[in-house]
């Protein structure tokens, strides 16, 4: 059984990465290194007022005097931040006809599924395309317009709406909350940016596909979120990334701001490229994402389905200020070859009667190292606050690993904190009970591991439920005997 | 249907079977009695393949069809079906899809059209409520916070969905109280044809009350020793396996 276990761990780990091409475009890239004069180009290039440049300047400051933080539970070599470049994007500039953007990136698009041409598009989806450091297109614009929605890149929120980006930039994440925030701040080259406005109930799915393509270069985006008082919008990431065999940097902020009443699911469907069976290249994922539900009855929801990355550090996190409000983090987090993934979320109960939900599902293949990091934090005031946790982990293999942090810190005795935690092996007795049944090995895994994400995979928009669905399917294929 | 020859089969180097010949004609209900740690449940394992069991000499063979070295499913294919003592739940996965993947595998396999969901709903209702089942049950996790009684009638359900041609039981009828004692015996009975075999394994004779075994065998240290019609069951019964022992 174990040999056979091992055959067929190893053709797993021989799958090509279906997304890992590149794309041959015509690219201004600035030179590797980081500078004051880096930022002042970087700028100037994106025609900023001057508040925001001080604002990146100042992160920047901050940045070099911080080290890397070094309590996850992730094993790396140092990186080297002045080999990276901090900006590439294809030459010509962003447009909103689909007719002036390259056809090479065009067909990128297409070959990841994403079609960006409005008529082809899945009903009720809207995009927002980023091509390394710049978006190139964003669909759907003019029809979300009629509802007072803005959806466009985070470059162009700045030129047309800079009273918002003014008022709400770092309001969730400061400029100098950690080290990989502080990073972003100061060299951010663009991202999503939403404006929901009140009692808008956002017609569609947002979505912003992000891809990396350049050799050398960081990926630094930004988004921003805000659901004003009564809203509702549900937005969706997707992420891919060419097989490289040097390891690239993605670190990103996420800020999102419900007001009173407001609801904002945000869902992940992260697959950046994981490196290949010797943990050769990869993604390094350092990612700040946090929310902040600042009004009452606000309600600010987490779904993440994490397969890629060689490095994943993210902690999706809300602020639960406003009473009555609602945080939820659902996850799904797969390691296999040598990926580690450190992630989790924190919940911060601050107004009355908040409620935080974390489910978590851990799956663990080949060397894959898995790791739950989570907080809850009730604050003295927050009467009444309730946390339920569980946190799942299944492995696959012996050679995988699964860790549980849970960090409880608890200031109000009328707080009700529920956690449970469990691990264990895809049971040979599982397998043995689907196999008797007539089903295939292959089959009897992928069942029993979307059953054990379910709970997750639930909290998907339909159309990105099956997509997750068979990212894992085809992420665990062959994975056990 | 099935003829097992010289078994032997241990685990962590412990002999358990120590030469089982056993052979099930078709239209033929067959019994293993034994005590304990006698190896009923390792043959009941052996017979469907399960990969724990070292196979250290023997063989198995269906319809004259040599299953000895097929994988697990490929016996299940072959139409060995295996009702477990101690069914595994598998939360998240559907009771409904499960046994639709289990049914189209089979179906596939007899080169027939895989059902579709209506025709299975259709199908799996009648049985449902053979057996006393709510249609409910279908949207239930696989043994998933089932009671005893639930699992038992799970593993019924799916015996008469596949419609194998082998049943091997494994102590289907422990722990079981006298209503479910009845519908599981009703399934079996339903189950049962001059076509197919059954292969009971059991303590007890209560579920013989309901279902009436043409052999009867009885196990001890890895080998059957006696074989017999209906009195050898009342004879354990009455008397236990001391006079069995040499």
Known sequence: ?481 | MIKIKNLEASIDDKTILKGIDLEIPAGEVHVIMGRNGSGKSTLANVIAGNEAYELDSGSISMNNTDITEMSIENRALEGIFLCFQYPVAIPGVGMAYFLRSALNAHRKHQGKDEMDALEFLNNAKGILSELGLDDSFLKRSINDGFSGGEKKKSEILQLLTINPKLAVLDETDSGLDVDALRTVAKGVNKFKNKDNSVLIITHYQRLLNYIKPDVVHLMIDGKIVESGDMSLVEKVEKDGYSWLEK
């Open chain 1, 1 to 481: 059984m174990v040999d056979k276990n091992q055959q067929v761990i190893d053709k797993t780990l021989d799958q090509e990465y279906k997304y890992g091409f590149t794309t041959d475009v015509d690219q201004t890239k600035f030179d590797p290194g980081l500078d004051e004069e880096v930022i002042k180009k970087l700028s100037k290039i994106k025609n900023e007022p001057q508040w925001l440049l001080d604002w990146r300047l100042k992160a920047f400051e901050k940045w070099k005097k911080m080290s890397e933080p070094t309590w996850a539970n992730i094993k790396y070599e140092p990186i080297d931040y002045q080999s990276l470049s901090y900006y590439a994007a294809p030459k010509q500039k962003k447009n909103d006809s689909l007719d002036d953007v390259d056809p090479e990136i065009l067909e990128t698009y297409n070959k990841l599924g994403i079609s960006l041409d409005e008529q082809k598009r899945l009903e009720g989806v809207a995009v927002d395309a980023v091509f390394d450091s710049v978006s190139i297109t964003t669909t759907f614009k003019e029809e979300l317009a009629k509802h007072g929605i803005v959806f466009c890149s985070f470059s162009e929120a700045v030129q047309d709406h800079p009273e918002l980006i003014k008022k709400y930039l770092g309001s969730v994440i400061p400029a100098t909350d950690n080290y990989f925030a502080a990073l972003n701040s100061a060299v951010f080259s663009d991202g999503s940016f939403v404006y929901i406005p009140k009692g808008v109930r956002c017609p569609m799915e947002l979505s912003t596909y992000f891809r990396i393509n350049a050799t050398n270069t960081g990926q630094f985006e930004r988004t921003l979120i805000i659901a004003d008082e009564g809203s509702y919008v549900s937005y969706l990431e997707g992420c891919t990334a060419p097989m490289r065999d040097e390891n690239q940097l993605h670190a990103a902020c996420v800020e999102l701001v419900a007001h009173k009443d407001a609801t904002i699911k945000y869902s992940t469907i992260q697959n950046w490229f994981s490196g290949d069976k010797e943990g050769k290249g990869g993604i390094y994922n350092f990612v700040t994402k946090r929310g902040n539900c600042l009004g009452d009855n606000s309600k600010i929801s987490w779904t993440q389905v994490e397969t890629g990355s060689a490095i994943t550090w993210k902690y999706p996190s809300v602020i639960m200020q406003g009473d009555n409000s609602v945080g939820e983090f659902y996850s799904v987090a797969v390691t296999k070859n040598k990926q580690q993934a450190d992630t989790g979320t924190k919940m911060i109960h601050i107004g009355k009667n908040t409620k935080s939900t974390i489910i978590t599902k851990g799956i663990s293949a080949g060397e894959g190292q898995n790791t739950y990091r989570g907080g809850v934090k009730i604050l003295k005031n927050a009467e009444n606050a309730q946390n339920f946790s569980q946190c799942d982990s299944i492995l696959i293999g012996d050679k995988c690993g699964a860790h549980t942090f849970p960090y409880i810190d608890v200031k109000n005795p009328s707080a009700k904190m529920e956690h449970e935690a469990t691990t264990s092996s895809i049971g040979e007795d599982q397998l043995f009970y689907c196999n008797q049944r007539g089903i295939k090995l292959d089959d009897a895994v992928s069942m029993i591991v979307n059953g054990f994400c379910k709970e997750v995979f639930e909290e998907l928009p339909m159309e990105f439920a099956v997509e997750a669905k068979q990212l894992i399917e085809v992420t665990l294929e062959n994975s056990v005997g």
